[in-house]
């Protein structure tokens, strides 16, 4: 039942979309509108990391130049996929995180701009990921993201 309400969320045809279908991060405009999900194959920098790499470095998801109405309620999930996944299920995607503004009333109708960082250094050894040359990474809207920008994906290294 979960994942059907999964699959149903993501808008997938029966739940399941081919892999190749999936263009790159730098093949997708960036700034882009966040009024649908997105879908993109990030690359890593990095794979094949071994425990001391992994302790000294944590592998994070960026998501740059969001840029949002300061005074609006917006969220948006991350969810991550396998590269090597022929085909892509809800039942194999792991959920990353959420982006969450809460208003803030200011009468100043300023935007803001902000980046999301998620840590997924975990979630790519779950998804057996850890030699893989990219990620699919999907964001799905899920409220007050008709006028949110999105400047880009990337993952990036912390330590």
Do not use: C
Not at 59 to 74: H, P, S
Not at 106 to 124: C, P, Y
Not at 135 to 143: D, K, L, S
């Amino acid at each position: 039942m979960i994942l059907k309400k999964i699959a149903d969320k993501l808008k997938l045809k029966h739940g399941v979309t081919n892999g190749a279908e999936i263009p790159s991060a730098s093949s997708v405009v960036f700034p882009r509108k966040l009024d649908s999900r997105v879908r993109v194959d990030v690359p890593r920098p990095k794979k094949s990391r071994n425990r001391k790499d992994k302790e000294d470095e944590e592998e994070t998801l960026v998501i740059k130049g969001i840029e949002l109405d300061r005074n609006k309620f917006v969220k948006f999930d991350v969810f991550i996929n396998d590269e090597d996944d022929p085909v892509s299920r809800p039942d194999s995607t792991e959920f990353a995180g959420s982006f969450v503004n809460v208003p803030q009333k200011r009468s100043d109708g300023k935007r803001k701009s902000t980046v999301l960082r998620i840590a997924i250094t975990e979630l790519l050894e779950d998804l057996d990921a850890d030699d893989d040359d990219s990620v699919i990474v999907t964001i799905v809207p899920r409220a007050g993201t008709d006028d949110v920008t999105i400047g880009g994906i990337e993952i990036q290294f912390a330590s």
